[in-house]
């Protein structure tokens, strides 16, 4: 059957309406750090995540795969394949060898997921506020400030927003029509999320409760239920397998422990999540959610359909309740309950104003919200790793072995590895060497190793070390690092150059110095055993160059 006029126009009103959506997440793209200048520290390593699996692709080490894991972790640390859901990264390798192993295509991946997270909740609220106010829900969710910030990193909050908000679109098809594969694929994408990154776990209370809601007893007697819950506990327990071996440290985290700052039991680690939604949507949008919330309590001409009420209602709580109960407090996390509050925003503006002219000023609204963040909220970049890869990759011999002491260091192995120029170059982090740590120093602490200058000295010899870079100010509260710094003064290391570290976001007084070790080091290779305390593994294998 052939559409009718109706029904064409009704196709082409949402291909505009798509297109528009692409135009902006296009202009995000754009308005992104694409040249290796990452900001957030776990930025380039999701990255480096991705070149993992691409690269495992490209060789296939079926026979030896865990060495060959090690000694690709020893001569790139900046893998974080272990600590975080694999889903991302999985994907990420896909566009690495669609378009190029690069920090642009690593941008392009999550981009992609943000576009996905735009169609996503277009396709979502059409259904209550129609297209204009749709499009204008989706503008303005992806032009939040907490959106416009992590969305423009290499980061694992907009992939698994996008498979949030698309599990959300299935899950309503399934309230909509009560056919069995919707609540699959709403299941599905959940779990997706899941392996993306765990905390949208919340979401799955919110689901339960809103079915118990819709369909009352009569829920267990439907057998889709039964089956998706299946599918649910199926695809959780790999992950929970995962986390439970060599993700304990995330437990930990949510856990919590003498570095926590808010107590689940205070006022203000209860007001935690609440106190960031002005910073995360803009007052503006803070002020419309809660205009809705009180029109709706008001007027029920205001309220959106009985379950879909409840459903948004039960996001906000679970989510709450979630993420004030873990232990760690980041608007990364509370970034998940962003999106009821901008479609509570876009209906106080289409409930609140005539039907002819709501829908409009909604896109009005949202595009000049859009338009304000893209001129003044630029994407924070931090500069200097990029360059120094660059100048360490000029100078050192093939198969060279670099020593790196900074703390970006993910940065600059990331650029180490996606520079032609670089000739299979080895990285070696001088935290490894001299000190015992966790992922976050401020949460863990640090233990130094003890190790002492003559035994530094062996071990650089031992390893070939021919260049190190260094960031005199890193961790220089400790003896190790004093003492690596002091070492580098003497007239074994002659001084390269100085690079400054620059950011358009924080006030950096730092810069990278370049070394050479002039004395003569070991030409072969030799055994480097490497503790990863978060993982709970000892990495080993051979570094240096073949004689």
């Not at 297109?19 to 750090?33: D, G, K, R, Y």
């Not at 961790?475 to 400054?500: A, E």
Request: hydrophobic share 50%.
């Amino acid at each position: 059957m052939q559409p009718d006029n109706g029904q064409l126009k009704s196709i082409w009103q949402d291909l505009v309406c798509l297109l528009l959506l692409a135009i902006a997440v296009f202009l995000l793209f754009e308005t992104s750090p694409r040249a290796g200048d990452f900001w957030w520290s776990d930025a380039p390593r999701h990255a480096m995540d991705g070149i993992f699996y691409y690269d495992m692709a490209r060789n296939l080490p079926i026979t030896h795969l865990k060495q060959w894991a090690m000694d690709y972790y020893l001569q790139y640390p900046a893998i974080t394949v272990l600590f975080f859901p694999p889903l991302f990264a999985l994907i990420e390798a896909v566009f690495f060898s669609l378009f190029g192993v690069s920090a642009a295509t690593a941008q392009l991946t999550v981009s992609s997921f943000l576009l996905g997270a735009a169609y996503g909740a277009y396709l979502l609220t059409r259904r209550w506020v129609g297209r204009l106010g749709a499009v204008a829900v989706a503008l303005l969710f992806i032009g939040t400030p907490i959106m416009a910030l992590w969305e423009r990193q290499v980061m694992l909050e907009i992939p698994a927003f996008a498979f949030l908000i698309w599990g959300c679109y299935f899950f309503f098809r399934y309230l909509d029509s009560v056919r069995a594969r919707d609540l699959y694929l709403a299941v599905v994408f959940v779990v997706a999320g899941m392996y993306t990154k765990q905390p949208i776990m919340f979401i799955v209370a919110a689901f339960l409760s809103t079915l118990l809601f819709a369909f009352r007893d009569r829920l267990l007697r439907r057998p889709e239920f039964w089956w998706s819950a299946l599918l649910l506990v199926t695809g959780v327990i790999p992950l929970a397998i995962f986390t439970w071996l060599w993700g304990r440290y995330n437990v930990q985290q949510s856990m919590g422990g003498d570095w926590v700052e808010y107590s689940r039991t205070s006022l203000s680690g209860w007001l935690y999540v609440a106190r960031q939604w002005p910073s995360e949507i803009g007052w503006l949008l803070a002020g419309l959610a809660c205009m809705y919330c009180i029109g709706a309590l008001l007027s029920p001409r205001w309220r959106l359909p009985r379950t879909a009420t409840f459903f948004f209602g039960a996001w906000i709580v679970t989510g709450y309740v979630f993420f004030t109960l873990i232990a760690i407090k980041s608007q990364r996390y509370t970034i998940f309950l962003t999106f009821p509050l901008v479609l509570f925003a876009v209906l106080a503006i289409v409930r609140g104003l005539p039907a002819r002219i709501a829908p409009y000023l909604a896109v009005i609204v949202s595009g000049v919200i859009f338009s304000h963040m893209l001129l003044t909220d630029h994407a924070p970049y931090v500069s200097g790793y990029r360059t120094a890869a660059e100048y360490v990759c000029s100078v050192a011999p093939p198969d060279s072995v670099v020593l790196f002491s900074g703390l970006r260091d993910g940065s600059f192995i990331f650029n180490v590895k996606t520079m032609p120029e670089c000739k299979n170059l080895s990285v070696i982090r001088s935290d490894k060497l001299l000190l015992r740590v966790m992922m976050m120093r401020s949460m863990f602490g640090v233990k130094e190793l003890g190790v002492t200058e003559d035994q530094l000295k062996d071990m650089l010899q031992h390893y070939g070390v021919r260049y190190i870079v260094v960031e005199p100010d890193f961790w220089n509260d400790l003896k190790s690092m004093q003492m690596l710094v002091g070492l580098l003064h003497q007239d074994q290391f002659k001084l390269l150059t100085r690079i400054p570290v620059i950011s358009n976001r924080e006030r950096i007084q730092s810069q990278l110095e370049i070394y050479e070790n002039l004395a003569p080091v070991s030409e072969g290779k030799n055994l480097l055993k490497v503790e990863l305390p978060v993982s709970g593994l000892t990495v080993e294998g051979k570094v240096g160059k073949e004689k």
